[in-house]
């Protein structure tokens, strides 16, 4: 069975940086087909932050390139991603979710059966 928990969130001011992190369980975080980071705000939708699915590089929201980084450590089972020069926008529960196929699908986050619990990310003025 596949556990995914993620940490990091909090609380912090525009242009700070925090690092997320999802340890993951139950299956190798290298043999997943698709694994990324979702977020969503109160009365929005969930979108995709940055995702790992297959293409040469990872893909990345046009509102966070530049200043967000995936990555993943094998040797750990554990996804991160580094958020710098965060502002009040990027203010959502973050949540880490993978999926074993997702068929080239991997930045809609109705492709994975496999979520985190959410780590919230607070970003004040």
């Known amino acids: 069975q596949v556990q995914l928990v993620e940490s990091g969130g909090g609380s912090v001011q525009a242009g700070g940086s925090l690092r997320l992190s999802c340890a993951a369980s139950?299956?190798?975080?290298?043999?997943?087909?698709?694994i990324g980071w979702f977020r969503q705000a109160p009365g929005k939708e969930r979108e995709g932050v940055a995702v790992?699915?297959?293409?040469?590089?990872?893909r990345y929201a046009d509102s966070v390139k530049g200043r967000f980084t995936i990555s993943r450590d094998n040797a750990k089972n554990t996804l991160y991603l580094q958020m710098n020069s965060l502002n009040v926008e990027d203010t959502a529960m973050y949540y880490c979710?993978?999926?074993?196929?997702?068929?080239?699908?991997?930045?809609?986050?109705?492709?994975?059966?496999?979520w985190g619990q959410g780590t919230q990310v607070t970003v004040s003025s």
């Open positions: 979710a993978a999926d074993r196929l997702c068929g080239g699908s991997g930045w809609y986050y109705r492709s994975y059966a496999n």
């Open positions: 139950g299956y190798l975080i290298g043999n997943f087909d698709c």
């Open positions: 790992i699915d297959g293409v040469p590089t990872p």
